[in-house]
């Protein structure tokens, strides 16, 4: 078995472990492969041990990566910070965006979403930590933008997607997954359908399971440490 199969089962038994400790079921939770400064051969390995989704932070080199994987039938995750200049590319090559923080992205992503495609799946992403220098709308900004967004003709509003300060308290880390599960669930009792959490990497994927995750976005556990970017 290679380095990223075996990686990818112990991740899978991570999510499994997560699981059973908060009584979920395991179904419920979508695994994101992040793929960022990797080649798409170790895409490809991971394909191969039965990987499907994938999640990209930089335009070019996810198109790059794309196009030599063309032959495979992949679904791809758009996480990074999206500049108003990028939208086109997004909105024709990704199957959703993790990363709209404000209302202007989206409503380029749906009027450059190409006709006869399905809906881009959508996530608005929250600063639950309040540091400055995070991407994501504040929380209190978040049910206006939600709404908003929901109301654009090809786009699909899934849900939320965040990224907690880095800490080693695990506390910590519960509590800024907790903001994103309250503002989803109260979303939800306004009227809105959000069904996805996007939360969790390889350091926290537990906490974000504890706390009400859907879908999990994990690189460093699957494909090794990062050298670049
Ligand atoms: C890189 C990245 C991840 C994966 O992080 P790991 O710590 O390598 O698991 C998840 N989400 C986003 C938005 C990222 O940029």
Redesign the pocket.
């Known amino acids: 078995m290679t380095t990223i199969s075996s990686n990818l089962q112990a991740v899978k038994r991570r999510i499994d472990e997560a699981c059973a400790g908060a009584g979920r079921d395991p179904a419920d939770i979508g695994l994101?492969a992040?793929g960022?400064s990797f080649p798409a051969g170790a895409l490809r390995e991971a394909h191969g041990a039965g990987q499907r989704a994938f999640?990209e932070?930089y335009v070019q080199e996810a198109l790059a990566k794309q196009a030599e994987l063309a032959d495979l039938d992949l679904e791809w995750h758009f996480?990074?910070p999206l500049q108003s200049n990028k939208t086109r590319p997004v909105a024709e090559h990704f199957a959703w965006v993790?990363?709209v923080e404000r209302l202007r992205i989206a409503e380029r992503l749906s009027a450059q979403r190409p006709a006869g495609r399905p809906p881009l799946n959508v996530c608005v992403q929250v600063n639950v930590s309040g540091e400055a220098s995070k991407s994501g709308c504040a929380p209190d900004q978040a049910p206006d933008l939600c709404r908003a967004v929901a109301e654009l003709p090809n786009l699909r509003l899934r849900g939320l997607?965040a990224?907690p300060e880095p800490t080693e308290e695990s506390a910590l880390a519960r509590r800024q997954f907790g903001v994103l599960r309250e503002l989803r669930d109260r979303l939800n009792t306004e009227g809105l359908t959000l069904d996805t959490l996007s939360m969790g990497?390889?350091?926290d994927l537990e906490e974000a399971i504890m706390a009400g995750a859907t879908l999990v976005?994990?690189?460093?556990?699957?494909?090794g440490e990062?050298h670049t970017t």
């Open positions: 994101l992040v960022k999640g932070s996480i990074g993790h990363s997607m990224i990497m390889s350091h976005r994990v690189g460093t556990a699957i494909f990062r």
